[in-house]
């Protein structure tokens, strides 16, 4: 391995990141392969070790290359991305009333079916939970607060839970005291709770587009409208598109998902986080971040939160351990700023308390360090399970096919050619034993009707032949 010797004028680590591109497009390196260490590319090109991180940063941000944690680096697929059109200067974003939808609740019926391949579902694999553990922690925590364990722990919640997770707000920016934290019974009652105390029956809630369907279902429950923002995988939710919505519309509040949304599994850029807090600020309209996909980058450092940026007390910050540790355990919080009371009167009238035994079990093992630890491992796994999942649709997906590259969580957005009915592929697929979401769901107003989400949390050997399955079943709707 040496450095070209050509245009000596470009920085040092242009030229050691070239050199990869060149050992990658020769298949030196193959698609998932290992690269060699920081240390060990240094001391072969003679450089030194910030060049060598500044040609993988660089890599990194083209997407040639990705990083997971404890492990190193990584070549990635060659994708064709998606990417959105800009706003039309003319286009209109008007309000949507909500209706329940059939297909809606289809999907959701065969996600977690044992018999179907489970690629719709936006769940995290229960092969990876730390079971035994946990469930030895929460026995261990019953036996020992006793009469407790099994009393109503009243809103806000278990205060030894508030304070880990207190803590443990610090690593996305946010600084709270653990009052300021209220224990719901998983994010969906935390984001519920939220639209219940910013917003009445007929108000216009503002959310990205494409957007969580079961979200979208919540908003219509409530008798609220939805108005849709674009939304792009690289820098989520367009501010200058809500911006103009919100001269020309009454919005009650604004639901996101800024960290590895869902489906598209986006990161807004920290300076965008702060501008879309600015922006509603400015209007004094409540931003409700749901940030349930936060700590499973695949990066070193999660990214931080939007309400690391808010100065009034607008932003309520909404997240669980549900896609991390325990999805039956429903453990979720909210910091809800100037809505937090409001927000706990809400939750006692609506259930009362959320389950004291898991409570007490995710305080242990947050306490004993147990979840970093767990953080991880399953970190290193999501990460090349989408890698390997992204790689086998480039094999057996239709020339034309695109999709999104997420640094993080376990959901892969993915366009078809535009011929291609999302609907009718759900529907084939189930009947050759595999389940998918199609796109139709995730927005209002008739889009990705050729797109869907697949779930790369479950990937084997069943999962790379069902991709391959998917293909074939796409090739045919041409």
């Known amino acids: 391995m040496a450095l070209e010797t050509v245009r000596e004028c470009r920085p040092l680590y242009e030229r050691v990141g070239s050199e990869i591109v060149s050992l990658i497009d020769g298949g030196t390196f193959r ?24 040609a993988y940063a660089v890599l990194e941000d083209r997407r040639v290359i990705q990083a997971r944690p404890q492990s190193g680096y990584y070549v990635c697929p060659k994708v064709p991305e998606i990417t959105a059109p800009p706003l ?8 949507t009333a909500v209706t329940f939808s059939d297909l809606c609740e289809l999907v959701i019926r065969n996600m977690m079916k044992p018999e179907l391949l489970p690629l719709a579902s936006a769940v995290p ?5 730390p079971m035994d553990k946990l469930n030895r922690i929460t026995a261990a925590e019953m036996r020992r607060f006793g009469a407790q364990s099994i009393s109503y722990m009243m809103p806000p919640g278990s205060e030894r839970l508030r304070t880990q997770i207190a803590k443990r707000s610090l690593l996305c920016g946010v600084s709270v005291r653990p009052d300021e934290v209220l224990i719901t019974s998983g994010c969906v009652e935390a984001v519920q709770l939220a639209l219940r105390a910013t917003c009445k029956a007929g108000d216009t809630i503002a959310v990205e587009s494409p957007f969580y369907f079961n979200f979208l279902q919540l908003i219509a429950e409530m008798g609220l409208k939805a108005l849709e923002i674009p939304s792009t995988p ?5 501010i200058e598109a809500l911006s103009y919505a919100i001269e020309n519309n009454k919005i009650s509040a604004c639901l996101v998902i800024p960290n590895f949304s869902n489906p598209l599994g986006a990161v807004m850029p920290d300076e965008r986080k702060r501008e879309l807090v600015q922006l509603l600020a400015q209007h004094d309209i409540p931003l409700i971040e749901d940030d349930i996909y936060g700590d499973l980058t695949f990066a070193q450092q999660r990214p931080i939160a939007a309400k690391s940026f808010d ?5 309520i910050y909404c997240s669980s351990f549900s896609k991390t540790l325990a999805p039956g355990y429903r453990v979720g919080w909210a910091i809800g700023g100037r809505f937090q009371a409001e927000m706990e009167r809400l939750k006692m009238m609506n259930n009362l308390a959320t389950a004291s035994p898991t409570q007490l079990g995710i305080a242990e093992f947050l306490a004993t360090g147990g979840y970093d630890h767990h953080l991880r491992a399953i970190r290193r796994l999501y990460a090349k399970y989408a890698s390997q999942m992204t790689d086998a649709v480039v094999r ?15 959901m892969l957005w993915i366009e078809m050619p535009e011929q291609v009915d999302s609907v009718q592929l759900f529907h084939r697929a189930l009947e050759r034993g595999i389940s998918i979401t199609p796109g139709a769901i ?9 797109f869907i989400r697949l779930s790369t949390a479950f990937w084997d050997e069943k999962a790379e032949r069902g991709v391959e399955t998917l293909g074939d079943l796409v090739k045919e709707m041409l």
């Open 125 to 129: 694999n229960p092969q990876h939970f």
């Open 234 to 238: 690289r820098e989520g939710i367009s």
């Open 88 to 95: 039309a200067k003319n286009q209109r974003l008007q309000p």
């Open 31 to 54: 698609v998932g392969e290992r690269l060699p260490s920081i240390r060990q590319l240094s001391s072969k090109l003679n450089v030194s070790i910030n060049t060598v991180m500044q």
């Open 396 to 410: 057996h997906f239709p020339e034309g096919t695109r999709m999104t590259r997420p640094s993080g969580g376990f």
């Open 442 to 450: 995730f927005s209002l107003s008739g889009k990705y009707r050729n």
């Open 311 to 315: 100065r009034k007390g607008l932003v």
